[in-house]
């Protein structure tokens, strides 16, 4: 199927992450632009003087591109306007969740506040409701079924924002009367596809959580403020079995799953925060390098995570394209209440102002300096990524001018603590680059330090430590603690003989060929 790209699209937002993709060297940065029938690269959804021939062509475009849809189609209510609704804005963040619930992922996204995460939510499961599947249910849950319902009545009022005949919210039957569908604060269902949408109340005890969405065959889902669901881990585990089997029928059948849980962050004092606290740190972070990639090697990514099946969004308010002068008049806004303004805007996970040792300017200070990468690089063929703060400064010997240091932290297992690296710039002593991952296999860790030595930077000085031993030298640039399990350093191989030949590893642990590929 030949794809088209509508470069005279109306829709700027859509243009203007055309260019941010191709700016930072993305290859594929015109899918979401993509239009399958060319004829309606000039053509107006909304005119109320279309031809039947076009709404057809307009439905069978919507039917099979949700970026036409999106780009073209959808209009959001605009407060006080025409009544006609705008355009849908497209950014960093709901670019990256429409190109994953594509390809049925489950997702665990966080956006700060008035970046329209709900929204863009709902203007993806009304394409699912309305043209992309059938005779499907879509569950939506809320912290509080007013919210559940609330939701439902945003995606209802985007409906109406859609051309009359892209609304399919009444259809007849053979005797000309209008079929009869349920249409509800709590429910609504499709007249032609009999598509469900049903809203899910939040749980008040234990019982009531093991029995929310216990057994029903639901392929699609979606749980916004996720991390202050009351008994949101109770009603995950009660709930994944029968979401499985749903969603190997509907992968069967070609029809669209998953689970979507959007939120602001939590608190570190709750279980329910901790609950997704801690499924935002088992998933895959997302990458924007995953937009050149294939199907299959996304999948190989998020496959090599043993832990979880979901990928993590987010973005900052300055990854989205905000200033300081929106940061600050969103403080105002928010009467300068520092708690809220780290979840709702900062995205920070706090345990709470009563619990923190630091002061609220402390904290602020801490948010102010802490800043988004200037770039990455990725490792392992792409299963990982590396921070990079500034540039290094390379000689005429393909070497950094100053020498950089690279602390490694293994992690011990416990609690599911991270693996990580710092890099830094051994004349200013300023960080350059990072590294975190729970997940990560000593041995793959070892294989990113080979990696970042031999392609990056020959000349690290390398320190690999664990808390509560001692730091040993085996080379002038490399210094291992207890923990290490191999390293090898520019031409220069330290596998398990050489550790344990310092006292520092048990023999018959790991074969030699574990880095050397042997």
């Given amino acids: 199927m030949k794809i088209y790209y509508q470069m005279s699209t109306k829709n700027a937002s859509f243009i203007k992450m055309h260019q941010y993709l191709k700016a930072i060297g993305i290859k594929n940065n015109k899918f979401m632009l993509a239009l399958l029938d060319p004829d309606l690269a000039g053509i107006d959804p909304h005119d109320p003087n279309l031809s039947a021939y076009y709404k057809g062509k307009v439905l069978a475009e919507c039917?099979?591109?949700?970026?036409?849809?999106?780009?073209?189609?959808?209009?959001?209510?605009?407060?006080?306007?025409?009544?006609?609704?705008?355009?849908?804005?497209?950014?960093?963040?709901?670019?990256?969740?429409?190109?994953?619930?594509?390809?049925?992922?489950?997702?665990?996204?966080?956006?700060?506040?008035?970046?329209?995460?709900?929204?863009?939510?709902?203007?993806?499961?009304?394409?699912?409701?309305?043209?992309?599947?059938?005779?499907?249910?879509?569950?939506?849950?809320?912290?509080?079924?007013?919210?559940?319902?609330?939701?439902?009545?945003?995606?209802?009022?985007?409906?109406?924002?859609?051309?009359?005949?892209?609304?399919?919210?009444?259809?007849?039957?053979?005797?000309?009367?209008?079929?009869?569908?349920?249409?509800?604060?709590?429910?609504?269902?499709?007249?032609?596809?009999?598509?469900?949408?049903?809203?899910?109340?939040?749980?008040?005890?234990?019982?009531?959580?093991?029995?929310?969405?216990?057994?029903?065959?639901?392929?699609?889902?979606?749980?916004?403020?996720w991390g202050f669901a009351p008994y949101n881990e109770i009603?995950?585990?009660?709930?994944?079995?029968?979401?499985?089997?749903?969603?190997?029928?509907?992968?069967?059948?070609?029809?669209?799953?998953?689970?979507?849980?959007t939120t602001t962050p939590g608190f570190l004092t709750s279980s329910e925060g901790i609950f997704a606290y801690q499924m935002k740190e088992d998933a895959v972070p997302f990458s924007e390098f995953w937009y050149d990639k294939s199907y299959q090697q996304i999948m190989d990514i998020m496959n090599s995570n043993t832990k979880s099946t979901f990928v993590y969004i987010k973005f900052s308010y300055a990854q989205l394209g905000k200033s300081e002068d929106w940061f600050r008049e969103i403080c105002r806004t928010m009467n300068n209440r520092w708690e809220d303004i780290r979840r709702e805007v900062l995205l920070e996970w706090s345990q709470g102002s009563d619990n923190s040792p630091f002061?609220?300017?402390?904290?602020?200070?801490?948010?102010?300096?802490?800043?988004?990468?200037?770039?990455?690089?990725?490792?392992?063929?792409?299963?990982?990524?590396?921070?990079?703060?500034?540039?290094?400064?390379?000689?005429?010997?393909?070497?950094?001018v100053d020498p950089p240091i690279m602390g490694v932290d293994v992690s011990g297992g416990y609690r599911r603590d991270s693996s990580a690296i710092t890099i830094i710039d051994s004349k200013t002593t300023k960080v350059i680059g990072t590294f975190k991952c729970n997940y990560i296999s000593q041995i793959e860790l070892a294989k990113?330090?080979?990696?970042?030595?031999?392609?990056?930077?020959?000349?690290?000085?390398?320190?690999?430590?664990?808390?509560?031993?001692?730091?040993?030298?085996?080379?002038?640039?490399?210094?291992?603690?207890?923990?290490?399990?191999?390293?090898?350093?520019?031409?220069?191989?330290?596998?398990?003989?050489?550790?344990?030949?310092?006292?520092?590893?048990?023999?018959?642990?790991?074969?030699?060929?574990?880095?050397?590929?042997?």
């Avoid at 770039?375 to 540039?391: A, M």
């Avoid at 350093?489 to 790991?510: I, N, Q, V």
């Fill in 63 to 225: 039917m099979v591109n949700f970026w036409y849809f999106a780009r073209e189609v959808v209009r959001v209510p605009d407060q006080g306007g025409s009544g006609k609704g705008i355009p849908l804005e497209l950014h960093r963040g709901n670019m990256a969740l429409f190109f994953c619930s594509i390809y049925n992922m489950n997702i665990f996204l966080e956006l700060p506040r008035q970046h329209g995460k709900t929204l863009s939510a709902d203007v993806r499961y009304l394409h699912l409701f309305n043209f992309g599947t059938s005779n499907s249910t879509i569950a939506f849950m809320h912290k509080a079924l007013d919210g559940s319902k609330d939701n439902l009545q945003t995606l209802k009022n985007l409906r109406e924002c859609l051309p009359p005949y892209l609304r399919m919210d009444q259809t007849f039957s053979r005797d000309g009367k209008n079929a009869k569908v349920s249409d509800t604060v709590l429910r609504l269902e499709h007249a032609v596809n009999r598509n469900k949408i049903i809203t899910v109340a939040s749980a008040r005890n234990k019982t009531a959580a093991q029995n929310t969405l216990r057994g029903k065959s639901i392929p699609l889902l979606w749980g916004d403020e």
């Fill in 235 to 261: 009603i995950y585990l009660n709930t994944v079995p029968a979401f499985k089997r749903a969603a190997d029928n509907a992968r069967a059948n070609g029809a669209p799953y998953g689970i979507l849980f």
């Fill in 359 to 400: 002061t609220l300017d402390e904290l602020e200070t801490v948010s102010r300096l802490t800043k988004d990468p200037d770039s990455v690089i990725e490792v392992l063929g792409g299963k990982f990524q590396v921070k990079l703060f500034g540039k290094i400064d390379y000689g005429r010997n393909g070497k950094p």
């Fill in 448 to 518: 990113i330090i080979v990696e970042l030595t031999q392609k990056y930077m020959p000349n690290v000085v390398i320190n690999v430590e664990r808390n509560g031993v001692r730091t040993h030298c085996i080379d002038r640039n490399v210094y291992v603690s207890t923990g290490l399990i191999a390293l090898t350093y520019g031409s220069k191989s330290y596998l398990p003989r050489l550790a344990a030949k310092a006292s520092l590893y048990k023999e018959d642990t790991f074969n030699d060929h574990l880095l050397t590929g042997e």
